[in-house]
């Protein structure tokens, strides 16, 4: 990935952006501004990261339990966690 600027010749700058960033430093990425979106961009794929890693982790448990013949529901119920007419089963939350 190159800056993307346009130098005074009319080329493409050809120097790498900051990170984070969108254009290297010369041509503009060393203000505040910039380096205050870059960092907000790092941030937000950074928690991208973290979110998709946990859905991940959470689909390869669900897969477990379905190749063991269970669904989140009946795992639940396994272990007292289900609902019953009057609220939780004993040994569940409340018990």
Do not use: F
Request: with cysteine.
């Amino acid at each position: 990935m190159r800056c993307g600027a346009k130098t005074r010749d009319g080329d493409p700058c050809r120097n790498p952006p900051m990170r984070g960033a969108r254009r290297c430093r010369m041509h503009g990425a060393a203000t505040k501004a910039a380096r205050r979106a870059a960092e907000r961009r790092l941030l937000e794929a950074k928690m991208r990261s973290v979110v998709n890693w946990a859905l991940a982790k959470r689909e390869a448990e669900l897969a477990e339990l379905r190749a063991h013949g269970l669904t989140p529901y009946t795992w639940g119920l396994e272990r007292g966690l289900g609902l019953d007419q009057e609220g939780l089963k004993p040994g569940g939350l409340n018990g």
